[in-house]
């Protein structure tokens, strides 16, 4: 990644305060997602605006779960985003029984910049809601 960059290096889901990512979630438990970021040293330092959005697909359902959500705004370099490397997560409620068995996708979105925002995606693998 160039100094002048910004990106989604990757997007992944875990039970709430693990440390390792899980493609496989009970029913009656919350989870949730995580997103990476990067942004290059001369970007980072100007205090570009950023936006990250979050959505999350049922594809058993053929459902959205969450809906262009916003998980974090603001300025790169202010406390939201204070380093070049920054990791946010984003909490999911428990899915409920009626969805076990059902297999789901997170998609991330990154735009930085004012003018000519700039724009980087990431998806998750595939996860499975299970039985209890």
């Known amino acids: 990644m160039g ?3 910004a990106e989604l ?3 992944f889901t875990r ?7 899980d493609i496989t979630f009970p029913s ?13 040293s001369a970007i980072h ?15 058993s359902a053929m459902r959205s779960i969450v809906r262009s959500a916003i998980v974090a705004a603001g300025s790169l370099g202010d406390a939201g985003w204070p380093k070049q490397a920054q990791q946010f997560m984003f909490p999911l409620p428990a899915p409920g029984a009626l969805n076990e068995g059902h297999i789901c996708k997170i ?11 700039y724009a980087s995606l990431a998806e998750n693998k595939l996860f499975l809601i299970t039985s209890k």
């Open 3 to 5: 100094p002048n960059n």
């Open 9 to 11: 290096v990757r997007v």
């Open 15 to 21: 039970e709430i305060g693990a440390v390792i990512a």
């Open 28 to 40: 009656n438990l919350a989870f949730e997602a995580v997103i990476d970021c990067e942004a290059g």
């Open 45 to 59: 330092d100007t205090g570009a605006r950023y936006e990250i959005k979050i959505n999350v697909i049922d594809f």
């Open 107 to 117: 998609f991330a979105s990154l735009k930085v910049g004012i003018a000519n925002t």
